[in-house]
């Protein structure tokens, strides 16, 4: 890759950075940037927590930075968090790489991308038992969060961002589909992954997102997206194949 720009790519978590835990994968070729959500960490809390505020806080990120251009990549339920992130600065977009893509994140219905019963068992125990809650997360994601990935987690996000989180993961955002019809139209290139056997999003939800959008790239993985060394691989190849205005590094930037 000598010679050529390093990608940008700013990782939008559901709450906290750990999620990625393909990070130190991504940055031997890319320029990566993460953040928790306010009150994660040693970030400020707010004054609740939601999308909006999450993503807000990726603006931020974005202009400490001075990137004015990215790659924009989500997992799970961050990428409603992302496809708003995107809505507020369609500009700053050269491409979109979602994990578990879908169309929505409805739980009724034949077709439904999200499994309600999962999901609303996990809500309930993030109410209640804060390392209970841990552990569920570590068989919902079907071991991609080991053990000492979970004592981080408990260390660093509070009971209540992880129960009001929990709480926003059961509202479906409706505009996720039209902010991806948005940027197809612009022409901004995506790439959709896949979970193999995932116990939270269903194979219906991602036939649906790769039918509706047949341009987007595709990849299907055995792990969690954000802990998959295949979907950092695809990912690589995707940005690679960017324009490099897309890539998000300066013009004439090198390795």
Not at 132 to 154: F, K, M, N
Request: net charge negative; with cysteine.
């Amino acid at each position: 890759m000598d010679g050529m720009e390093r990608p940008r790519l700013l990782l939008v978590p559901q709450v906290c950075a750990l999620d990625w835990q393909i990070a130190s994968q991504l940055a031997e070729w890319a320029e990566v940037a993460m953040y928790d959500a306010p009150g994660v960490g040693d970030e400020p809390a707010a004054a609740g927590i939601d999308r909006e505020v999450i993503a807000r806080r990726g603006l931020d990120e974005l202009d400490r930075l001075g990137w004015e251009r990215c790659v924009l990549v989500a997992d799970e339920f961050g990428v409603p968090t992302a496809l708003l992130l995107a809505r507020m600065r369609p500009g700053a977009i050269g491409g979109l790489a979602l994990g578990h893509t879908c169309l929505s994140h409805d739980v009724e219905g034949a077709r439904a991308p999200v499994n309600g019963a999962v999901l609303e068992l996990l809500v309930q125990v993030a109410e209640t038992d804060h390392r209970t809650w841990a552990r569920h997360v570590t068989q919902v994601t079907q071991g991609a969060y080991d053990d000492e990935l979970i004592e981080r987690y408990l260390t660093r996000v509070p009971p209540n961002i992880a129960a009001s989180f929990a709480r926003v993961m059961q509202t479906s955002d409706p505009s996720m589909r039209d902010t991806l019809d948005d940027f197809a139209d612009r022409g901004v290139p995506m790439l959709f992954a896949g979970h193999e056997g995932c116990l939270m999003f269903t194979p219906e939800g991602y036939a649906d997102a790769t039918a509706a959008f047949p341009a987007a790239h595709t990849v299907t993985t055995s792990e969690k997206p954000s802990a998959s060394p295949g979907f950092a691989e695809a990912l690589r190849t995707f940005c690679f194949a960017l324009a490099p205005n897309e890539r998000g590094g300066p013009a004439g930037e090198g390795q």
